[in-house]
């Protein structure tokens, strides 16, 4: 395992482009496919692809959110005191990996916005912990293991397209009606696949580490010191500076940020107790990262200046997600998903379908890379496939969702986040986070062939 983990990162370093690099690569193969694969013109797929080229700005606005309130959440001396006690958890690289892992996927499982920018935050903080503690652990194989919640989040309890099926007034609901949990997220199948990767891979990644002095540790933390604080001159009373001490000390007032706080809570608790973390949507999410930070932080000034350096991290979002956007709208506008999803609905059979529908969900992930918009288009095509062949609505559902979920693995999109924070190329990871998606793409095959 040591060797293939090594020979896989080193592959992945070296060939893996940039993800910037990658989105443009994406959109040009995707332009060839539909090109031959339908019979839009050449203009036209232009025309699709910039028509879908702003789709994701509301998305993008969204995950941009995630990073900048996550972070400054993190940022917070309680938060921070947190993670460092979990940190301070593993007595070696070994058991900093499978830590770093293990709580990832499980907030992963949780909700998909956790495991993302917690799993991002914990590996970083492990890497800081074992480093000033004289463990030597492997920095990328670290930020591996923080990306696992991305390979589980569509079976668990944030999972788009089965909580969606399960919502008054979904698009599907005249032809499958609503979808209760224990057809889809409980199904046993889907319980096996997650038990599977929640053990198995924290101990691949444990069992890929590199020997000691192959191991790259995190590296100094880039980030700009604290502002300096005044010099001790005399203090000028002028007007100017009256009015400057009283906008710092606005700023830094503890009066304001719990006004703000306490009218967020008069939405937040009700919304939470309700809908709990599995009606919690993005929007939720975010404001809850936003109420809970700055109450944490005890000040606007702090929380600004958290935010700031999270917004930092930010740039390849912005400027990506409507790469991405772009290539969905080809995807969906020439009819190239519905090509790709029905070749494989004309080869199945009723034992094969669940097989072939993951794959398809997999492949369409690459282009198609935000779970709730994959099934958008896809659901209608894989739901039409599973009445005619006898199959259960819920069995199609969590094929898609399965799929969408373990090509993450090698695939950057979902990984902007993480690499932004943690500051790493793509290819130094996706290495070692394609054995743990290889190793869930056989558990769920196998789990929704003979289980479902």
């Not at 979904?170 to 009606?177: A, D, N, P, S």
């Not at 198995?200 to 890929?208: D, S």
């Not at 199945?348 to 918009?373: D, E, I, K, Q, W």
Request: glycine letters at 12%; hydrophobic letters at 55%.
């Amino acid at each position: 395992m040591r060797r293939l983990g090594n020979s896989l990162a080193s592959f992945s370093t070296r060939w893996v482009p940039d993800a910037f690099v990658f989105a443009v690569l994406l959109t040009a193969v995707v332009l060839a496919l539909a090109l031959g694969l339908t019979d839009r013109s050449p203009l036209e797929l232009v025309g699709d692809w910039y028509g879908g080229f702003w789709n994701l700005l509301e998305f993008g606005m969204q995950m941009t959110l995630v990073l900048v309130t996550g972070y400054a959440l993190a940022s917070s001396p309680p938060a921070r005191r947190a993670i460092a006690w979990v940190a301070a958890r593993p007595r070696g690289p070994l058991s900093a990996v499978g830590v770093t892992a293990l709580g990832a996927a499980l907030l992963g499982t949780l909700h998909w916005g956790l495991g993302l920018i917690a799993g991002a935050l914990l590996a970083v903080e492990v890497g800081r912990s074992c480093r000033s503690r004289g463990i030597r652990v492997h920095f990328p194989l670290l930020v591996a293991g923080g990306y696992t919640g991305l390979m589980v989040w569509h079976s668990g309890l944030s999972g788009s397209a089965p909580l969606l099926v399960n919502t008054p007034g979904h698009f599907l609901e005249e032809q499958i009606g609503l979808l209760p949990l224990s057809e889809t997220l409980f199904q046993p199948f889907n319980l096996v696949f997650l038990a599977a990767m929640l053990v198995g891979a924290p101990l691949l990644l444990m069992a890929m580490h590199p020997r000691g002095p192959e191991a790259e540790e995190i590296g100094e933390d880039g980030a700009d010191g604290s502002p300096v604080g005044p010099g001790g001159g005399p203090a000028v009373t002028t007007e100017a500076s009256v009015a400057a001490t009283f906008a710092q000390r606005l700023a830094h007032s503890r009066i304001l940020v719990y006004a703000v706080v306490a009218v967020g809570l008069v939405h937040l608790l009700p919304a939470l107790v309700v809908g709990g973390v599995v009606g919690m949507d993005i929007n939720l999410l975010n404001f809850t990262f936003l109420i809970v930070g700055l109450a944490l932080h005890g000040s606007l000034a702090s929380y600004s200046s958290a935010a700031a350096e999270g917004a930092r991290n930010a740039a390849a979002v912005i400027i990506q997600f409507p790469f991405y956007a772009g290539i969905m709208g080809i995807m969906a506008d020439s009819g190239l998903l519905e090509v790709i999803t029905e070749w494989f609905v004309s080869v199945a059979t009723p034992f094969s379908y669940p097989f072939l529908a993951l794959v398809s969900a997999a492949l369409v992930n690459f282009a198609v890379p935000s779970g709730g918009g994959q099934w958008a288009v896809q659901g209608p095509v894989v739901i039409g496939a599973t009445e005619s062949l006898g199959l259960a609505p819920g069995v199609g559902v969590m094929a898609v969702a399965m799929g969408d979920q373990l090509t993450n693995g090698i695939q950057p999109f979902w990984a902007l986040p993480l690499l932004a924070l943690t500051r790493l190329k793509p290819g130094r990871i996706l290495g070692y986070s394609a054995v743990v998606m290889l190793f869930g793409f056989v558990v769920a095959s196998l789990s929704i062939t003979f289980l479902s």
